[in-house]
T-cell receptor, first 113, second 114 residues
Framework: GQNIDQPTEMTATEGAIVQINCTYQTSGFNGLFWYQQHAGEAPTFLSYNVLDGLEEKGRFSSFLSRSKGYSYLLLKELQMKDSASYLCAVTPQTTDSWGKLQFGAGTQVVVTP | DARVTQTPRDKVTEMGQEVTMRCQPILGHNTVFWYRQTMMQGLELLAYFRNRAPLDDSGMPKDRFSAEMPDATLATLKIQPSEPRDSAVYFC????????????FGPGTRLLVL
């Protein structure tokens, strides 16, 4: 199975940077996703990492280290609309179930003025 | 603007009643997922289909839950009989079936069983 850990809540100021860490312990691993979920809404895709390194997409970047079982999501130039839950999710290694995501509990990011 | 649609958006029912939730995946997507989200358990995968065939429903209580895909444009999740502990938001998501398998979530069905 998979064990995915991420902090419960983080608070940061508008314009600042926040880094959300995610560690995972898996019996098999294919890739790691980050999703954003605003209160009362559906999760939306942010990023996908399958190789080690940093993927940058505008104000958001995601990093993966497969050997360490570690990822982070970096949110730069925080805006009030970034207040949301950020979910880390991993996919297993087998080709039959590469779509089978297991989600962490989510990190609630609160952006203050 | 392709989206996953779900009906109903909200459902209040009494314990013991049957509940049916419907999902229309994005046209051309061949993988459909059903999730349940609660404060206590977070987002849990219940079942998923690829090319309308069930691949995994190990996350689903078999005695009362059933999931089907009558055709490529419709997925259903049924609970019979419903119980108060089934109260949750149920999300459907669809994906294109490639190895990245980005999932696109529908708006969810908020279920309350009294």
């Amino acid at each position: 199975g998979q064990n995915i850990d991420q902090p419960t809540e983080m608070t940061a100021t508008e314009g600042a940077i926040v880094q959300i860490n995610c560690t995972y312990q898996t019996s098999g691993f294919n890739g790691l996703f980050w999703y954003q979920q605003h209160a009362g809404e559906a999760p939306t895709f942010l990023s996908y990492n399958v190789l080690d390194g940093l993927e940058e997409k505008g104000r958001f970047s995601s990093f993966l280290s497969r050997s360490k079982g570690y990822s982070y999501l970096l949110l730069k130039e925080l805006q009030m609309k970034d207040s949301a839950s950020y979910l880390c999710a991993v996919t297993p290694q087998t080709t039959d179930s590469w779509g089978k995501l297991q989600f962490g509990a989510g990190t609630q990011v609160v952006v203050t003025p | 603007d392709a989206r996953v649609t779900q009906t109903p958006r909200d459902k209040v029912t009494e314990m013991g009643q049957e509940v049916t939730m419907r999902c229309q995946p994005i046209l051309g997507h061949n993988t459909v997922f059903w999730y349940r989200q609660t404060m206590m358990q977070g987002l849990e995968l219940l079942a998923y289909f690829r090319n309308r065939a069930p691949l995994d429903d190990s996350g689903m209580p078999k005695d009362r839950f059933s999931a089907e895909m009558p055709d490529a444009t419709l997925a259903t999740l049924k609970i019979q009989p419903s119980e108060p502990r089934d109260s949750a938001v149920y999300f459907c998501a669809s994906g294109s079936g490639d190895t990245q398998e980005t999932q696109y979530f529908g708006p969810g069905t908020r279920l309350l069983v009294l």
